[in-house]
């Protein structure tokens, strides 16, 4: 029925827990993924879309790696945006808008095409652990079956309670009920537990709606796409999303029902996401607007079901939809269900190694909204960590580690173990200090090779990485060899209002100027030329605009990033007792000891952890 023992074994199968699957399985581990129900792998439990603000660049790092969720997003989508396209390249997001039904479809065919995985639909109830080191999982119908590391990907399902209004009710998502069993033997263990809430909106039928009443939000009029690989293509149609508001009118409706809402009347304890609060959360806490936006998402190509982004809810049914009948275009709206809210278990991330593995348990890794995240693209980059991780320990060979100036994913994991997380932790642009390293653009530059020599990217992914990466710095470099004479250049500054060239200059020089474009530089003699005769692409072409337009910007992130690494480099010994340091204040010691940092520069990270103490930390241990 099963292998006698598996290298790993995944439990849950959300995006966390595919990406650790593939992972693992890709580089060559025997791996079982274990979940309540083989029908909804990948399932996207709140809004149908992947990528946005700072999630775009996780979904093309993860695909810069060999994952499956930029492949994926491309199959499935039906819209695709790069956003933030006014701004520097250092905030380009792509973010696509998805079939739900493709999306999971698309994820479990890829998943099944992957050899060394098998599957296995069954609740996972406990976990079996020896001499503090995981050995195996048990199931609710008691088989044990064993594996010499373990994933956990729960998502929301740890005992997890579903709120629609005063009526609540066991379930790890609509329709799905709740795991129980792995937070009891987790907390038997010595872990630390605690609770976390989301909420997701009503779906509505799209034919009840007036569209002509909202504000039409259509795709790129040339769509991009995630995925670096030849596999995808961008898409040549596409559907809109629509915009509308909420009015002073829904807001006193929904007011109505406060004293019904769990939020307000002590059903619910636990704290919500603060970068995505409920709609009645919203007019709670900023009661000065009198509107905010609603967009109308369709949740396919061929479907009429609507997700209603921006108002997440766990009102009384009744009063969901009253307030959202009062929504311009939604005056005849009919609902497929109504919005909720759900609380689970998580586990303060504090408890784990940059590699994910817990520090109590040996070979047991955490991945995805057990960790107290929020958002399909943190879930899933966690998963794809653990999975590598999970891999590399069972095979015996070096940790992988991503750092914080070479990866999105690297922030989000050195946030969550370093500084905890009370509240749902989602991923922005501003909590990254190297994000003008950090582009969706150079995904593969940044990761592909480190990808490759751990045996996940494929040598067909290394190969297109270095002929996109010799090819963009060959262009640089010949526009810095180039010349361009006054009477060339200076009808093009005119045009765009620069000033003009009194003498001769590299082209590099000139097109370093604000205000000129690569189109721009297209006229000038010999350019179109070389584009052609080296077969430069649109990626390359625009890999070498950014890097001849925010060359200084990356030259002085690279000299800062330098910096931070050596103190990377200075590694604190495995439980080093920091009681003995007595001239370090007392809460830098027990921040320190709890957190167990592994590095000089993860410890002048931690929060209550002054520059005075790393000070007295280097010299305690004759740095």
């Not at 919005?339 to 040996?362: M, N, S």
Request: charged share 25%.
């Amino acid at each position: 029925m099963f292998e006698k023992q598996y290298d790993v074994i995944v439990v849950g199968a959300g995006h966390a827990g595919s990406e650790a699957a593939a992972a693992a399985a890709n580089m060559g581990s025997k791996t079982l993924l274990i979940t309540m129900n083989l029908q909804n792998i990948a399932q996207m439990s709140c809004n149908p879309a992947m990528g946005g603000i700072a999630k775009g660049q996780i979904v093309r790092e993860i695909d810069a790696m060999g994952g499956y969720s930029g492949i994926v997003s491309d199959t499935s989508a039906i819209q695709f945006k790069m956003l933030n396209k006014s701004k520097g390249p250092a905030m380009w997001s792509p973010r696509v808008q998805s079939d739900r039904m493709r999306f999971a479809e698309d994820w479990r065919i890829k998943l099944e095409q992957t050899p060394n995985l098998d599957f296995y639909q069954e609740m996972v109830a406990g976990l079996i652990i020896k001499n503090d080191k995981v050995v195996g999982v048990r199931t609710s119908l008691g088989l044990e079956i064993m594996a010499k590391s373990v994933v956990c990907t729960n998502g929301t399902f740890l005992n997890g309670l579903i709120h629609i209004g005063d009526k609540q009710f066991g379930g790890g998502r609509a329709g799905e009920r709740a795991a129980t069993g792995i937070t009891k033997d987790l907390i038997e263990a010595g872990f630390e537990a605690g609770r976390m809430k989301t909420g997701t909106p009503p779906r509505v039928d799209g034919r009840s709606l007036d569209y002509s009443k909202m504000v039409e939000q259509p795709g790129d009029d040339i769509p991009g796409k995630f995925s670096y690989s030849d596999e995808t293509k961008p898409l040549s149609k596409q559907r809109a999303c629509h915009m509308t508001y909420t009015s002073n009118e829904v807001h006193e409706i929904l007011k109505e029902g406060f004293d019904r809402s769990p939020m307000f009347n002590g059903r619910i304890k636990s704290i919500g996401p603060r970068y995505c609060p409920s709609i009645e959360d919203k007019i709670n806490r900023f009661a000065d607007k009198d509107r905010h936006q609603l967009f109308v998402e369709p949740e396919g190509w061929n479907t009429v079901e609507v997700y209603v982004n921006g108002f997440s809810t766990s009102l009384p049914e009744d009063v969901q939809f009253k307030a959202l009948s009062s929504v311009a275009g939604f005056e005849n709206v009919k609902f497929f269900r109504p919005g909720y809210a759900i609380e689970y278990d998580y586990f303060p991330p504090t408890q784990l190694k940059h590699t994910l593995e817990t520090k109590l348990v040996e070979g047991l890794y955490f991945a995805g909204q057990i960790n107290g995240t929020t958002g399909y693209e943190e879930a899933a980059c966690q998963g794809m960590m653990a999975g590598i991780n999970s891999a590399l320990k069972v095979q015996e060979k070096e940790e992988f580690i991503l750092k914080r100036n070479e990866a999105y994913i690297g922030v989000l994991i050195d946030d969550l173990i370093t500084k905890g997380t009370e509240e749902p932790y989602r991923m922005f642009t501003s909590r990254a200090e190297y994000r003008t390293l950090l582009r969706q653009d150079n995904a593969d530059f940044r990761l592909t090779e480190k990808s490759y020599n751990i045996g996940l990217a494929s040598e067909d992914r290394m190969r297109k990485m270095e002929d996109k990466k010799e090819k963009s710095f060959k262009f640089v470099q010949f526009l810095k060899d180039l010349s361009v004479v006054p009477e060339e250049a200076n009808p093009v500054l005119e045009k765009r209002k620069s000033s003009p060239m009194k003498q001769s200059d590299k082209v590099f020089k000139v097109f370093s100027r604000p205000q000129i474009t690569m189109e721009d530089v297209k006229n000038f003699s010999g350019v179109e030329e070389f584009i052609s005769e080296n077969d430069l692409d649109e990626e390359m072409i625009e890999q070498t605009e950014i890097q001849v337009k925010y060359s200084g910007y990356i030259e002085k992130e690279k000299n800062n990033a330098d910096k931070l690494n050596r103190l990377e480099n200075i590694r604190i010994p495995n439980n080093f007792d920091y009681s003995k340091i007595k001239s370090m204040s007392y809460e830098a010691r027990e921040k320190l000891k709890k957190v167990q940092p592994a590095t000089i520069s993860q410890a002048s990270r931690i929060s209550g952890v002054s520059p005075n103490d790393i000070s007295v930390l280097l010299v305690y241990m004759g740095r």
